[in-house]
């Protein structure tokens, strides 16, 4: 949310409008720095957040096994439901 100036408002400033956007594509609106304090940084400062400390989990066998368990009990329930729910935004943990 933005000041007139287009300065970034305080955080918790109740909003005056309401877009329907908002319910039907809620994570439109979510960018990289959806949940930060806008300030300006330097290279220098911004540069350790964009080097992770090792490989990412994502890369490794045990990461990739859990997830294709995951996608084939998600598949299995596919056909119990109507709709097309695994779009669904808001379907967001699976208790499993």
Not at 16 to 23: E, I, S
Not at 41 to 46: G, K, L, N, V
């Amino acid at each position: 949310m933005e000041n007139e100036d287009g300065t970034q408002a305080w955080l918790g400033k109740r909003r005056t409008d309401f877009k329907k956007a908002w319910l039907e594509t809620p994570l439109a609106q979510v960018a990289h720095d959806w949940n930060e304090i806008r300030q300006p940084a330097e290279q220098a400062r911004i540069e350790p957040y964009w080097k992770p400390a090792g490989p990412l989990p994502v890369a490794g066998p045990k990461w990739r096994a859990q997830a294709a368990r995951l996608a084939r009990r998600l598949l299995e329930l596919r056909p119990r439901r109507d709709g097309d729910w695994l779009g669904n935004p808001y379907v967001m943990t699976w208790p499993g």
